[in-house]
């Protein structure tokens, strides 16, 4: 496969271990959600820590203001904080206003923008069109998301990846996966990039097992732990 496996999460110990011992990683993201659950209170410093250590891989960090002015500001202050840094741009506030105007402002003066919680292939036409075809950016399209809504994601996907073609700096990444075969589904799609948790990436070893041993395997782990746990009937 040649999609790249992007960790996502707010686990500093996680995020190190896999820089350091995982070369599957060849990125990193995350955003307010996942690092309010994970109990950072102070934004800029946990990222600058986690900066310090990894430096020579992508990461991507969120703006969190919902005025379009002042999250343009935010966004020239997060770029500042590393050259492999990409600023992540949410594709409109909470009310519905596009953020085109300030992504195309951000893209063209240089900063590597990751524009987020992109559902539909419009909201993917207005984002490409935006983009300076000179500067790196990725579009992060949330086809876990969409599959939750009933919606197959793999034409979403592929439409995006063609219409992204016209940037060639521009990367497509399927965000919010929900199970290893994902990623092979983002790779058929001609993705560059797809978000992984721990978890998946632990499932992605069994790739290529055999079935059968598969089956074996599960059944064994069932077995001892029920004999593990002294269940009787």
């Known amino acids: 496969m040649s999609v790249k496996y992007f960790l996502d999460g707010a686990n500093y110990e996680q995020m190190v271990d896999c820089y350091k011992n995982n070369p599957k990683v060849k990125g990193f993201t995350t955003n307010p959600t996942l690092m309010r659950a994970a109990g950072i209170s102070n934004y800029e410093e946990f990222a600058k820590k986690v900066l310090a250590t990894i430096s020579d891989l992508p990461i991507s960090f969120e703006v969190f203001s919902d ?105 497509v990444l399927w965000a919010s996966p929900r199970e290893a075969f994902n990623c092979i589904q983002a790779d058929e799609c001609g993705c560059h990039i797809i978000t992984i948790t721990q978890d998946i990436l632990k499932a992605t070893s069994s790739f290529g097992k055999d079935l059968t041993q598969f089956s074996l395997e599960t059944v064994q782990m069932f077995y001892n732990d029920a004999q593990k746990a002294g269940f009787s009937l």
């Open 67 to 171: 005025d379009l002015n002042e999250m343009e500001v935010q966004a020239e202050k997060i770029a500042t904080w590393g050259n492999n840094v990409n600023v992540k741009i949410p594709v409109t506030n909470t009310k519905g206003q596009s953020t085109a105007p300030i992504i195309q402002r951000l893209s063209n003066k240089g900063i590597s923008l990751n524009v987020t919680a992109i559902f539909t292939v419009e909201q993917v036409k207005h984002v490409v069109e935006a983009l300076a075809k000179d500067t790196p950016s990725i579009i992060s399209i949330f086809g876990g998301r969409i599959a939750n809504a009933g919606v197959d994601p793999m034409p979403i996907m592929k439409e995006s990846v063609a219409i992204a073609k016209v940037n060639p700096k521009c990367e």
